[in-house]
């Protein structure tokens, strides 16, 4: 008996005295703790497959629905609209506090065949009203649209693909933003597009000059999504880091938002994970589905989890990378020639708290509020903000974040995912209002 109880204190000891810093054990808590996201497309006929909703609701904390959102999905007839299956991955994700992104408003591919028939200025008006119906319906429900997919032409031209809508005028790119933005002006608008990864390529260069043209000429575009799919005729080039440091040097959110992996070799995920990282405004992946045998490219086997529902070692190898703990393939190099230095003669930091920053959005009427919540010196595991509003403010939708109060003082707690926060990192939530926000002075503490 004393020898058990002894060795389970000794046991007890040896792990608290080693426990790590904070480090995730899944894919959207490690993301969190380094103020990003971690995503999957999901099927919604997939949603019975207890195998598949195990993983999902473990590993991930952001969600696109794979095709339910399409404009043949919710626009079928012409001005009927049907949001059955894309509500019902939006209700599993966000009842479970996974956010959502929006795909896609805007694409010349996987249109109702009423749509694909029609041209010139019926089909202008076509599609922004569809802009507009389905960002008014998913309003509050989606923290970003790929407004406008796959609008540039592979090869070496750098010009806009032809297609139905590209023949409605240059123009129909932005006119969809604005009508987006106008719809619902708490989303995130991005443009996507795939084959946009390497730095050096033509079309790379050609969304870059759309991108920085509607930064310079305010149209609303918050946020550029790399598709990533990567396999042998478009490997992945380890020029990707510039191509999203140069893209969020235009003031723009960058995403990975399709990304799967021919072979899955764990070296590219982890490199393609790294980059992200590497870059400030870089601030979600998404796998294009769960297992390879949800993959649109199945017999390519390029995503983390085999048929069976088992980790991969792409998976491992992403793990640890958002943990910030690279496990490196080459040999150790030489041991270090500096002498060790003396033990820290300061006290190892305590309880760091947290601040929280606050940037707004503000149009006649409305708001939107963006917070940051920064950890101090030490990690969190769980924060509060209070926001005081100024009066005739009131709060209508949030995301992130969990709310008491629409007006006057609120209080805001984080989410399951996202109150891991590593020391000196953060993670970013937000509310939508109506009112005038004046100057909001947002307080932190750690829970
Ligand atoms: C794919 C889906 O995965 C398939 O199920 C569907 O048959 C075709 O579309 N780029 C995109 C995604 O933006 O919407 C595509 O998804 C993959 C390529």
Same mark, same amino acid.
């Given at each position: 008996?004393? %020898?058990?109880?002894?060795?389970?204190?000794?046991?007890?000891?040896?792990?608290?005295?080693?426990?790590?810093?904070?480090?995730?054990?899944?894919?959207?808590? #490690?993301?969190?703790?380094?103020?990003?996201?971690?995503?999957?497309?999901?099927?919604?006929?997939?949603?019975?497959?207890?195998?598949?909703? !195990? &993983?999902?609701?473990?590993?991930?904390?952001?969600?696109?629905?794979?095709?339910?959102?399409?404009?043949?999905?919710?626009?079928?007839?012409?001005?009927?609209?049907?949001?059955?299956?894309?509500?019902?991955?939006?209700?599993?994700?966000?009842?479970?506090?996974?956010?959502?992104?929006?795909?896609?408003?805007?694409?010349?591919?996987?249109?109702?065949?009423?749509?694909?028939?029609?041209?010139?200025?019926?089909?202008?008006?076509?599609? %922004?009203?569809?802009?507009?119906?389905?960002? !008014?319906?998913?309003?509050?429900?989606?923290?970003?649209?790929? =407004?406008?997919?796959?609008?540039?032409?592979?090869?070496?031209?750098?010009?806009?693909?032809?297609?139905? +809508?590209?023949?409605?005028?240059? $123009?129909?790119?932005?006119?969809?933003?604005?009508?987006?933005?106008?719809?619902?002006?708490?989303?995130?608008?991005?443009?996507?597009?795939?084959? *946009?990864?390497?730095?050096?390529?033509?079309?790379?260069?050609? =969304?870059?000059?759309?991108?920085? $043209?509607?930064? @310079?000429?305010?149209?609303? &575009?918050?946020?550029?999504?790399?598709?990533?799919?990567?396999?042998?005729?478009?490997?992945?080039?380890?020029?990707?880091?510039?191509?999203?440091?140069?893209?969020?040097? +235009?003031?723009?959110?960058?995403?990975?938002?399709? %990304?799967?992996? @021919?072979?899955?070799?764990?070296?590219?995920?982890? #490199?393609?994970?790294?980059?992200?990282?590497?870059?400030?405004?870089?601030?979600?992946?998404?796998?294009?589905? /769960?297992? $390879?045998? $949800?993959?649109?490219?199945?017999?390519?086997?390029?995503?983390?989890?085999?048929?069976?529902?088992?980790?991969?070692?792409?998976?491992?190898?992403?793990?640890?990378? +958002?943990?910030?703990?690279?496990?490196?393939?080459?040999?150790?190099?030489?041991?270090?020639?500096?002498?060790?230095?003396?033990?820290?003669?300061?006290?190892?930091?305590?309880?760091?708290?947290?601040?929280?920053?606050?940037?707004?959005?503000?149009?006649?009427?409305?708001?939107?509020?963006?917070?940051?919540? !920064?950890?101090?010196?030490?990690?969190?595991?769980?924060?509060?903000?209070? /926001?005081?509003?100024?009066?005739?403010?009131?709060?209508?939708?949030?995301?992130?974040?969990?709310?008491?109060?629409?007006?006057? *003082?609120?209080?805001?707690?984080?989410?399951?995912?996202?109150?891991?926060?590593?020391?000196?990192?953060?993670?970013?939530?937000?509310?939508?209002?109506?009112?005038?926000?004046?100057?909001?002075?947002?307080?932190? #503490?750690?829970?």
């Amino acid at each position: 008996m004393a %020898l058990t109880a002894a060795g389970a204190l000794a046991a007890g000891m040896a792990l608290f005295m080693t426990a790590p810093a904070a480090a995730g054990t899944t894919l959207g808590a #490690s993301a969190a703790e380094k103020g990003r996201y971690f995503g999957t497309a999901v099927a919604g006929f997939k949603l019975s497959d207890s195998a598949y909703t !195990t &993983i999902l609701n473990r590993e991930f904390n952001m969600v696109t629905a794979e095709n339910e959102m399409k404009m043949n999905a919710t626009e079928p007839q012409q001005g009927q609209f049907s949001y059955g299956a894309a509500d019902q991955i939006v209700n599993h994700a966000r009842s479970r506090g996974m956010s959502v992104r929006g795909h896609t408003l805007a694409w010349h591919s996987q249109q109702p065949g009423w749509m694909e028939s029609m041209s010139g200025s019926a089909l202008r008006s076509a599609m %922004l009203n569809h802009v507009t119906q389905v960002a !008014t319906h998913f309003r509050g429900q989606v923290v970003a649209w790929d =407004v406008v997919n796959e609008a540039f032409a592979d090869g070496s031209s750098g010009a806009r693909r032809d297609s139905n +809508l590209q023949r409605t005028g240059n $123009d129909w790119i932005e006119a969809a933003f604005r009508a987006a933005r106008a719809a619902d002006p708490g989303a995130k608008l991005c443009y996507n597009d795939y084959n *946009t990864d390497n730095w050096t390529h033509a079309k790379t260069q050609g =969304v870059y000059n759309m991108v920085r $043209d509607f930064k @310079q000429r305010g149209v609303p &575009i918050d946020c550029v999504g790399f598709q990533a799919h990567f396999n042998n005729d478009s490997p992945y080039v380890s020029n990707f880091r510039t191509t999203l440091s140069s893209f969020a040097a +235009l003031g723009v959110d960058v995403q990975i938002t399709e %990304l799967d992996i @021919q072979g899955a070799s764990a070296n590219t995920y982890r #490199s393609v994970v790294e980059d992200c990282l590497a870059v400030a405004r870089c601030n979600g992946i998404t796998v294009w589905g /769960i297992r $390879d045998s $949800d993959s649109w490219r199945a017999s390519q086997t390029p995503l983390l989890f085999n048929n069976n529902g088992s980790k991969k070692p792409a998976y491992d190898a992403v793990l640890a990378a +958002l943990n910030n703990g690279t496990t490196p393939t080459d040999p150790p190099t030489d041991p270090p020639t500096d002498p060790p230095t003396d033990p820290p003669t300061t006290p190892p930091p305590g309880p760091g708290g947290c601040t929280a920053t606050v940037s707004v959005n503000q149009w006649t009427g409305g708001f939107v509020a963006n917070v940051r919540v !920064t950890a101090g010196s030490s990690a969190l595991n769980g924060w509060t903000v209070t /926001i005081a509003l100024p009066s005739g403010a009131t709060v209508t939708n949030a995301w992130s974040a969990n709310r008491s109060g629409n007006t006057g *003082t609120t209080n805001w707690t984080n989410v399951a995912y996202n109150g891991q926060v590593g020391a000196g990192q953060f993670t970013e939530w937000g509310f939508q209002a109506n009112g005038t926000a004046g100057s909001l002075t947002p307080t932190c #503490s750690a829970r």
